[in-house]
């Protein structure tokens, strides 16, 4: 059996340590100093390697969320990263987030606000703490929220799939489209057909 890997999984201050695949162990991680931002759901989180760190974006609480945190994860402190003035997107839970490594910075689209879906990209610079909208070429997306995710580092690529339209309450219709954006262009490319996957009411 393989040893000495171990899989790391934080969820809000606690870790899945795996020496073996099979020995698994939950591990809470007591916040040191600091203030530790508000009980919520439908954030996003990424993993900023450079500093090792996991940086949280928006999410509800009892009102939607736009704030921006990271939890250090050799002190195990939080700090708020929020701007206190200019730029940056509007408060939303279910935004699609990842870690732009060759940039340091994290990228954010999509998500849902008070009677609003988004369809908007916006880029946290990591370094200086800024907000800076994306205006991509080409036609973007339709308008969802809760979409899977992920990010391509060979290609640059931001590549989504699925989630719900702003139309879910009327036609119970859920996307299978498969979507990139591609940081080199900042341009959307729609690479695969969107279809119906339920029934509409």
Same mark, same amino acid.
Request: charged share 15%; proline share 5%; glycine share 8%.
């Given at each position: 059996?393989?040893?000495?890997?171990?899989?790391?999984?934080?969820?809000?201050?606690?870790?899945? *340590?795996?020496? #073996?695949?099979?020995?698994?162990?939950?591990?809470?991680?007591?916040?040191?100093?600091?203030?530790?931002?508000?009980?919520?759901?439908?954030?996003?989180?990424?993993?900023?390697?450079? %500093?090792?760190?996991?940086?949280?974006?928006?999410?509800?609480?009892?009102?939607?969320?736009?704030?921006?945190?990271?939890?250090?994860? +050799?002190?195990?402190?939080? +700090?708020?990263?929020?701007?206190?003035?200019?730029?940056? @997107?509007? @408060?939303?839970?279910?935004?699609?987030?990842?870690?732009?490594?060759?940039? %340091?910075?994290?990228?954010?689209?999509? *998500?849902?606000?008070? *009677?609003?879906?988004?369809?908007?990209?916006?880029?946290?610079?990591?370094? +200086?703490? +800024?907000?800076?909208?994306?205006?991509?070429?080409?036609?973007?997306?339709?308008? $969802?929220?809760?979409?899977?995710? #992920?990010?391509? @580092?060979?290609?640059?690529?931001?590549?989504?799939?699925?989630?719900?339209?702003?139309?879910?309450? $009327?036609?119970?219709?859920?996307?299978?489209?498969? $979507?990139?954006?591609?940081?080199?262009?900042?341009?959307?490319? %729609?690479?695969?057909?969107?279809?119906?996957?339920? @029934?509409?009411?």
């Amino acid at each position: 059996m393989r040893r000495g890997l171990r899989l790391i999984v934080l969820i809000l201050g606690w870790v899945l *340590g795996a020496s #073996t695949v099979q020995a698994q162990t939950w591990v809470n991680l007591h916040m040191g100093a600091g203030t530790a931002p508000a009980a919520r759901r439908n954030a996003s989180a990424i993993l900023d390697s450079a %500093h090792n760190r996991m940086v949280i974006f928006g999410g509800f609480s009892s009102t939607y969320l736009n704030d921006i945190w990271t939890f250090d994860l +050799t002190s195990n402190s939080w +700090t708020n990263l929020t701007p206190a003035s200019g730029a940056m @997107p509007a @408060p939303r839970l279910t935004p699609a987030s990842i870690y732009d490594a060759g940039a %340091h910075r994290m990228v954010t689209w999509s *998500g849902q606000g008070q *009677g609003v879906f988004f369809n908007d990209v916006w880029a946290f610079d990591l370094d +200086t703490n +800024t907000w800076s909208p994306f205006t991509p070429a080409g036609g973007p997306p339709q308008i $969802r929220y809760g979409v899977g995710y #992920t990010w391509d @580092p060979l290609a640059k690529e931001l590549v989504t799939f699925a989630g719900f339209t702003n139309l879910w309450q $009327r036609t119970s219709r859920a996307l299978s489209s498969r $979507r990139v954006l591609r940081r080199s262009e900042e341009a959307h490319d %729609h690479v695969c057909r969107t279809e119906q996957l339920g @029934p509409a009411r």
